[in-house]
């Protein structure tokens, strides 16, 4: 028996798999986000059966609060879109001492192959980069992978290691082939670049590795800095994007860009093959 149980990510939890514990709390805390990832079909041809979380919300007996502050994002852009697009604008992130001038904004649809310092850092402490920079590709999505955005996004991820080497790093793709790709080439650079060993060992030593993964595996982590790899492009025949983009194609597309999106404390960078209006 236990006086207490708190259960949190329920949203991607079966009410089944929490039965065995619910049984034995006197009082039960169940903390999650229906805008996050969903518990996966049980069975391959099974559809998704509710989270212990949306069972619990759809209860009458059950009182629920919602949270308004965000804590997380130490600029107001790393919260705006899911901001915009799932809570309707109710979260209120903390202010930030930068929130009119960001260090990286110059980054913004160019193509770098490395990143540089702001002009006003110096070279012993280089300011912290901060904010939401999106960055277009001009690159092709052919058999699950965008082989020359993966290659921006190496090159980005190696400088931001080599420029910020206390700082956490993540990188998020939108198909496994991508992930793996983008992976390959980061563990090609660490053969090369003795400043890339020295952050993944350091990191990898720590609370928070550098990671590669895809867009529904990250749920729950947190990094300084997060990139973004959307992977997918227009054909290059011209007839638009895939019908097929994955986890972002489902009927929880939102839910997975919410989690993509809001993964950073400090910076997030989206590199995307997409051509969008000026």
Known sequence: QFDSVIIDEASQLHAAHALPALLRAKQIIIVGDIHQLQPPPIRSDSHNPLSLLQLALNSPHIPHFSLSMHYRS????????????????????????????????????????????????????????????????????????????????SNIACSLMRLYPSMSLGIIASTEAQASFIENLIDSARASSLPI???????????????????????????????????????????????????????????YLNVALSRASHSTFIVHSIPLPS
Do not use: M, W
């Not at 930030?96 to 960001?102: R, T």
């Not at 999505?141 to 965008?146: P, T, V």
């Not at 986890?247 to 839910?255: E, G, I, R």
């Open 74 to 153: 130490n600029h107001p852009s790393l919260i705006h879109s899911s901001n915009e697009l799932c809570y309707q604008n109710s979260l209120h992130p903390i202010p930030s001492p930068f929130q009119k001038h960001n260090p990286l904004s110059s980054l913004t649809n160019q193509q770098p192959q490395q990143i540089e310092p702001p002009q006003n850092a110096s070279p012993d402490q280089p300011l912290k980069p901060l904010g939401t920079h999106v960055i277009f590709s001009k690159a092709q999505y052919s058999d699950s992978r965008n082989i020359s955005e993966a290659q921006l996004v």
């Open 197 to 255: 060993r020295n952050f993944i060992n350091a990191h990898s030593s720590a609370s928070s590795p550098l990671f590669v993964k895809t867009i529904d595996e990250v749920q729950g982590d947190e990094r300084d800095i997060i990139i973004f790899s959307l992977t997918y492009s227009p054909s290059a025949t011209g007839s638009g994007l895939p019908k097929n983009l994955g986890h972002l194609s489902s009927p929880h597309a939102t839910n």
